[in-house]
């Protein structure tokens, strides 16, 4: 009833944003009431609730239980195998807080230099030269490839005594043989730099995309008031893109928390663990060990630490708007 | 990476194979489809009723109507084509039995069966590493086959007490071998030459094979590339253990035993390598073995499946020998691929006798699976003057008298993965192996603890 009233009180003027304009739409063409938005939404939700809500919710009830799926016990262990994950005595409890650092390293490391260097790469890809396709392309084009495909091909660039890397820097007489898969701080280095590789131009393309949002006239305005690069930068070119950043910061730091398939690939978590991402653990224990309940818990303790990472970054971004 | 690789690294409880159980490979999705397409039709390809029935061995021949097998395994390397022709062969010749074979990487083999067997659409016959059969058994996803193997005449004597002995859970046989695939020395002889050895003699105890590296070394030859990783490290660990004298776990496996003496003597040589010089610091996965191939590494201690890769090499000068004796005692690892029977929800016997058929064919035509690099589990088939000829495989075939498994538990796969952790720290020189061994085998006692009581109950 409400969007009807709106859509009468509403008058649908120039100056009305698209979405009123939506609203005042749907109101005046629907005679069925306020079912019709519920049935549109029907079949997202009810693949929601097959997909996502159900699984979520049962994996609640797995990991209130040492689970196997085709063992006929599965014995009740109530919280235990949440407590399991702050006891050192646990089998558990170690691996997984040492899993959850290294997430936490890979995060902190990969997550600004993803949103630095595609936003200057969208910056320069947005100006006006010869070949620009081309090298939005080319920019682009690690991104397609697959991680078994990425992690292989840095495997044996990487390696420390038969790797391609090794053997240029030795050329340029650097000859340190640096263990870049095999010992820290190295392995971070390397699986920030692939991962930046890799997905840097997927960043790119959105910020592309939000740069081309940004009305021309603001420049045009600025540079008629003599404005300098640095000062449209800042007070048109940030603020224009404060959507985006939301969006951009949000998809990294997920994407950089769930980082798996460059570790498995590439360090095999070595040296000893230290490079094991929480994802690659959980996986391990839940489909490799068949301890599904400790691998649920311990992914819902993960959850819990990426929603209120999320949250912090939206409140983060709020105070900028203010 | 795979090719590289045996086609069975998963089956060994390494990190590694429980780190790539998840590799996004090609082989993913194939299950699925394949179980789609389950039991049903019968028609065979390619049988005729012309073909004549050409039965080997006592004549246990399958008269019943005509059915379709569903064959899985894991074979995606070289011995994947190798299978197949046998399976065509099987079915050429056996006009009511109609093989499908499908193959996908072992790690997501071991994921999927379980699944598709518990969801009512697993194949018949299947594949699996020995090491896996008790945690499968365990699970209930595939069957006992003590009557098969008795049906079929399977002569305990022709197969090695080790191999025979391991495929047995609860006092029930689960699975019958097909081969051994054990760890083996591989020299290089174009290094040995230059380093003035003998490359007709390769080393074959602690003496000499120290001896030789030092020659090596007197070259700027690093000798023995020291993987710190499953392939080839863990499994060079589990080989040196027992030449010291030691074994993984206690007889009962309640217990890891490789932080006494025999594992820390074991570890601590293969340390001793990376900080002798005798081997680079920080070898990467498969750096060993593609050293090998460019005549950089002298000595390497591999899966026999390796033949095939060495031979492929161009300019590589290669010799095959058992491992030397470094503890003192003679001792492998190995593992070995065994037939086993899925559970059904409903049991056809047809299916049954017609999949027992075609596992003893199979094992008796082992020959040509061994051509691929393989040990036949099948003493009949070692004894053929056509497995003598084949230089490497009956060089190796001579460790079958002390190659070793472990033992068969279910979930014993998730206590071996402790080692992985272990070895990795020490040959990485991050910490002394005695603290990396006790480390890890601390942790592995609980999983035993764990599992005795997951699995027990």
Redesign the interface.
């Known amino acids: 009833m409400a969007t009807q009233r709106e859509a009468l009180t509403t008058p649908a003027s120039a100056t009305s944003s698209r979405r009123d304009v939506g609203v005042a739409t749907t109101g005046s063409t629907s005679g069925t009431g306020g079912l019709t938005p519920y049935l549109f939404l029907a079949p997202y939700f009810l693949l929601f609730t097959m997909f996502v809500l159900a699984p979520a919710v049962f994996g609640l009830w797995i990991s209130l239980h040492e689970w196997d799926f085709l063992l006929p016990n599965k014995p009740f262990a109530g919280l235990g195998n949440y407590i399991d994950l702050f006891s050192s005595g646990s089998t558990t409890g170690a691996f997984f807080w040492q899993s959850m650092r290294a997430t936490a390293k890979f995060t902190l490391y990969s997550v600004p230099p993803l949103l630095v260097i595609p936003l200057l790469l969208a910056l320069i890809l947005n100006g006006q030269f010869r070949g620009r396709t081309v090298f939005r392309a080319i920019y682009f084009a690690p991104y397609v490839l697959g991680v078994a495909v990425i992690g292989v091909l840095w495997q044996f660039v990487l390696d420390a005594n038969i790797g391609l890397l090794n053997s240029m820097l030795g050329r340029l007489g650097i000859d340190a043989n640096i263990a870049w898969t095999t010992a820290t701080p190295w392995v971070w280095v390397s699986l920030v730099g692939v991962t930046v590789w890799w997905t840097l131009g997927f960043n790119a393309v959105i910020y592309l995309a939000g740069l081309q949002e940004i009305p021309r006239e603001q420049y045009e305005a600025a540079a008629v008031d003599g404005a300098s690069a640095w000062n449209k930068f800042w007070h048109i070119t940030l603020p224009g893109l404060r959507p985006v950043l939301v969006l951009v910061t949000t998809l990294t730091v997920l994407a950089s928390a769930n980082m798996f398939g460059q570790s498995l690939l590439i360090t095999q978590g070595a040296p000893g663990n230290e490079t094991r991402t929480a994802i690659m653990y959980i996986a391990e224990e839940g489909l490799g060990n068949f301890r599904m309940g400790n691998a649920t818990a311990m992914s819902y303790v993960l959850t819990v630490f990426l929603v209120l990472t999320s949250i912090a970054i939206f409140a983060f971004f709020r105070r900028f708007q203010d | ?1 795979h090719n590289l690789k045996h086609p069975a690294p998963v089956a060994f409880g390494g ?11 090609a082989g993913a999705g194939v299950g699925l489809a394949l179980a789609a397409c389950g039991p049903g039709s019968s028609n065979a390809p390619g049988a005729s009723g012309e073909q004549q029935q050409s039965q080997t061995g006592t004549g246990d021949t399958y008269d019943g109507p005509a059915v379709e097998l569903a064959f899985w395994n894991g074979f995606t390397g070289a011995d994947g084509p190798v299978m197949q022709d046998l399976v065509k062969q099987f079915s050429s010749e056996h006009d009511n039995i109609a093989v499908k074979m499908s193959t996908q990487e072992w790690a997501d083999y071991y ?1 999927k069966v ?1 699944n598709a067997v ?1 969801s009512g659409r697993g194949p018949d016959v299947g594949i699996m590493h020995i090491d896996q059969l008790a945690t499968n058994a ?4 595939i069957q006992p086959l003590d009557e098969v193997a008795e049906g079929l005449g399977l002569d305990p004597a022709n197969f090695p007490d080790a191999v025979w002995n391991a495929g047995v859970y609860n006092d029930q046989r689960f699975g019958i071998p097909l081969d051994i695939h054990p760890l083996g020395l591989y020299y290089n002889k174009k290094l040995m030459q230059q380093a003035g050895l003998d490359p007709e003699s390769p080393p074959q105890d602690m003496d000499s094979y120290m001896q030789a590296l030092e020659a090596l070394k007197g070259e700027g030859i690093q000798g023995h ?1 020291m993987s ?2 499953p392939f080839t490290g863990v499994l060079q660990f589990q080989a040196l253990i027992r030449q010291f004298g030691g074994d993984l776990f206690n007889t009962d496996a309640t217990q890891a035993t490789y932080n006494e003496g025999p594992g820390v003597e074991a570890l601590t040589w293969m340390v001793d390598l990376v900080k002798e010089g005798h081997s ?6 498969d ?1 060993d073995h ?2 090998f191939q ?1 005549n ?1 590494n002298a000595f390497i201690w591999n899966g026999i499946w390796q033949i095939a890769a060495y031979r492929d090499t161009d300019g590589l000068e290669w010799g095959v020998a058992e491992l030397p004796a470094i503890g003192g005692e003679q001792a492998a690892w190995a593992g070995s691929h065994n037939f086993v029977l899925m559970q059904q929800r409903r049991p056809e016997p047809n299916k049954l006798q017609a999949g027992a058929v075609f596992i003893k064919w199979i094992n008796e035509h082992s020959l040509e699976w061994a051509k691929g690099g393989q040990v036949p589990a099948n003493q009949m088939v070692r004894d053929m003057p056509e497995f003598q000829e084949l230089e490497e495989q009956s060089t190796f075939a001579k460790e079958l008298d002390y190659v070793h498994f472990p033992p068969a538990l279910p ?1 014993i ?2 206590a071996m993965a402790t080692m992985d ?1 272990a070895v ?2 020490a040959v ?1 020189l ?2 002394e192996p005695q603290q990396a061994l006790d480390d890890a085998a601390a ?1 592995a006692d ?2 035993l603890e ?1 599992n005795a009581k ?2 027990g ?1």
């Open positions: 990476m990190g590694i194979d429980r780190r790539s159980f998840l590799r996004l490979s994921q379980p518990s365990a699970r209930n996803v590339w710190p990783f680079p610091r920080d070898v990467g996965q750096a593609v050293a460019n950089k979930g796969g998730d952790t990795n720290e990485l991050q910490k942790t609980k999983l764990e997951k699995y109950a």
